[in-house]
Each structure stands twice: as structure tokens, then as C-alpha cells.
């Protein structure tokens, strides 16, 4: 295995990494590549990295332009890769990858990301169809096709490219730097990754909480509720108030959630449990998780959501709408719970349009 998948490994979230093993077991994902531009480092990186791919049940098929098939042939031999060549033939390719082996193309007179290889991929069912260019591309980790067609400035070429092969069926195209080594195994076991991956499938999602999700978020949190000097949320506690909490998932991975917690009196919502995992920060994510909540509330009808806040009290005020409020307009259990918690914590509010 390349380097740069133990480097993923010790680098990233390891349940996170063991969880894509059988999400990606048996789904095809077809590479492009240049072999003559690439550095040599890099390439032979990429080759052990895809000697790891398919020790997890990946069915790969690498598509190499230019004239530097012979330096991948050698690579491929050296690393005891299953491996067999042949012509741009679906039919042929499909036989080669239900025998469990990778299907090298080498074709120069084809372009990356041409009509003839977008439609070859999507015939083929591909999962992931992965573009390795000179450099990095514009356009942050991870934009929706949706995003991605109408994305403005450096990149958008690409960019608009990548979301038309999206909508030809190809659920996640990835752009990717061929200069940077370990490139395939930093990108596709990180929900962070280091490229830019343009998807139209459900890749991040924000949902109702789940039974099984309440040991994983109090070991999400379980750090900020130390740091903060919050009071510690229980498994019962959680499990009681299920309906309240709701998780941003990750290609299925909890990374961060939040809770909505109606009152009567007055008739408004606590928003709390805001969290978001450190290595998936400045993503936006925690914004995500607030318009959730807050759209949860609109459909109950509630017409004003507070939250009490120390530290990310500028972040709701100036980011998301809030307002300071006085104390005694909360409902009066939450007044009772900060005043028993000893905080010197804020409390800010927001109308929520009818």
C-alpha cells in the first residue's frame, strides 16, 4: 500500500476511514490520468494506492493518456497488481472487472474529460469518475453539482464540466492535483479530502438523529462539553428527547449535530447542542445545521428560537441574524438551568418568518 494511505489513517477520523471500506467494496470508479506529465513520485504513489483500492473490493478501471503507458505497465507489474489491458469496450472492460481485475485503457488520443470518456464511464455504472490535472482546482472540498453548474470565477470551466458528467450519471466526479503524492487515498478515505469533489448523489446530508447515531454524538461532543464547562448530556437524556436532535451526516458519518427544543410557554424554541467535529470545520457546516433547525421550527409554528451562547456569540449575531434578548423572556426552566449552571452565557434570539 502507498504511504499516503497510512498517512489518511493516522491523519483522519479512523472509524470514519474503516466505514468507507464497505461503501466503496465492489463499486466501480474509473481514473484518468497522464502518465507522461505526471512526477514520477506521484505516479508510482498512485499506482500502490490503487493496489490498496482493490485489496478492498474496488473495481478499477484506469484510463491512461498520453504515450506513457510503458511506465504504468512496469508500476503495475512491480506492485503484483490483477491487472489486464484492453480497448475502450464496455462489454470487454465489465469481463475483465467480475474477474477482479483492473482494466487498463491506454488510449493517447483521447481527452480526460471528453464526451467518449464520460460516456464510457456512465455505461459503465461508475461510481466515481476521477480526474487527475496539473494542479489544484478552485471550488473548496466538496460542491454539489447543482453548485458546481453555476459556480463563478477560477475553475467554473471545470467546474461546469464536472456537473454536466453528474447529471449524465456518474454520482461524484473528483478534480484532483497529480502533484501531490498519496493524492487518491488523502481524497477518497477523508470526508474532508484534498481535492474537489462535485457530487449529485445524498453525500451530506442533515437528518432526524437516530438510535444508533446517540453513542457517536456523545463522543462527538463529549470534548466540547469538557472545554466549555457544559453540563454533560446522558445517553437517557438524549434518548428521552430524541425528536429534538438532528445530525449532519457525511457519506453516512455523523461530523456534527444540533437540537431544537420546543416550549409552550412562551410558545418559542431552545437551539443548543450545536457541534461540529474539529477536523470539519470552516466548512460551513455549523451554518447547515442552525438554517436546519431553524427550519424545523417554522414547520411547528414556533415564532422565535433562542440559544444561549459565550464564545460564537459574534457568529449568530453577525452571520446568522441574532439578537441579544433579555433573560426573562426565555422560558422559565431554561432561565432556572442557566442560572444553576453558573455560566456567564448570553442569550440571543431570532424571529422566525412565518
Known amino acids: 500500500m502507498g504511504t499516503g494511505f497510512y498517512l489518511s489513517v493516522m491523519q483522519s477520523d479512523v472509524r470514519a476511514v474503516l466505514q468507507y471500506v464497505p461503501f466503496f467494496r465492489g463499486k466501480i470508479f474509473v481514473l484518468v490520468l497522464n502518465a507522461v506529465r505526471m512526477p514520477e513520485l ?14 478492498i473490493g474496488v473495481r478499477l478501471v484506469l484510463v491512461s493518456m498520453g504515450s506513457g503507458e510503458a511506465r ?28 477482479g481485475q483492473l482494466a487498463l485503457i491506454e ?7 471528453g464526451q467518449e470518456v464520460v460516456d464510457f464511464a456512465a455505461g459503465l455504472g461508475a461510481f466515481k469518475l476521477i480526474i487527475l490535472l496539473p494542479e489544484q482546482v478552485a471550488g473548496g472540498n466538496a ?44 481524497e477518497l478515505f477523508s470526508n474532508e479530502g484534498v481535492g474537489v469533489m462535485v457530487y449529485a448523489d445524498d453525500y ?16 462527538m461532543v463529549g470534548r466540547s462539553m469538557r472545554d466549555a464547562h457544559l453540563v454533560p448530556r446522558s445517553y437517557e437524556e438524549i434518548e428521552t428527547s430524541l425528536q429534538d436532535f438532528l445530525v449532519l451526516t457525511i457519506d453516512g458519518n455523523v461530523v456534527g449535530c444540533i437540537a431544537l427544543h420546543p416550549s409552550e410557554e412562551p410558545r418559542c424554541a431552545e437551539v443548543a447542542c450545536l457541534y461540529v467535529k474539529q477536523s470539519h470545520g470552516g466548512q460551513g457546516y ?10 424545523r421550527a417554522k414547520e411547528l409554528g414556533i415564532p422565535w428560537v433562542f440559544a444561549f451562547s459565550t464564545r460564537a456569540v459574534d457568529y449568530f449575531t453577525e452571520t446568522l441574524g441574532y439578537e441579544s434578548c433579555p433573560v426573562e423572556e426565555i422560558p422559565p426552566t431554561q432561565q432556572e438551568r442557566l442560572r444553576a449552571s453558573g455560566r456567564e452565557s448570553l442569550v440571543i434570539r431570532k424571529k422566525i418568518t412565518s
Open 42 to 55: 506521484a505516479l508510482a504513489e498512485a499506482m500502490l494506492d490503487l493496489i490498496a483500492l482493490q485489496q
Open 107 to 113: 488510449s493517447p488520443g483521447l481527452t480526460m474529460f
Open 204 to 219: 451530506l446530508s442533515v437528518r432526524p438523529i437516530a438510535p444508533d447515531d446517540i453513542s457517536e454524538l456523545l463522543a
Open 286 to 295: 455549523g451554518h447547515l445545521l442552525v438554517e436546519a433547525a431553524e427550519k
Open 143 to 186: 460542491i454539489s453539482s447543482e453548485k458546481a453548474l453555476n459556480w463563478e470565477g477560477e475553475g467554473a470551466d471545470l467546474l461546469h464540466r464536472a456537473a454536466e458528467v453528474c447529471e449524465s450519471g456518474i454520482p461524484r466526479v473528483h478534480l484532483l492535483d497529480e502533484t501531490y503524492q498519496g493524492v487518491l487515498m488523502d
Open 72 to 99: 504504468i505497465d512496469h508500476l503495475l507489474i512491480d506492485g503484483e497488481l490483477k491487472w489486464q489491458s484492453v480497448d475502450l469496450d464496455e462489454e470487454k472492460v465489465s469481463a475483465i472487472l467480475n474477474r
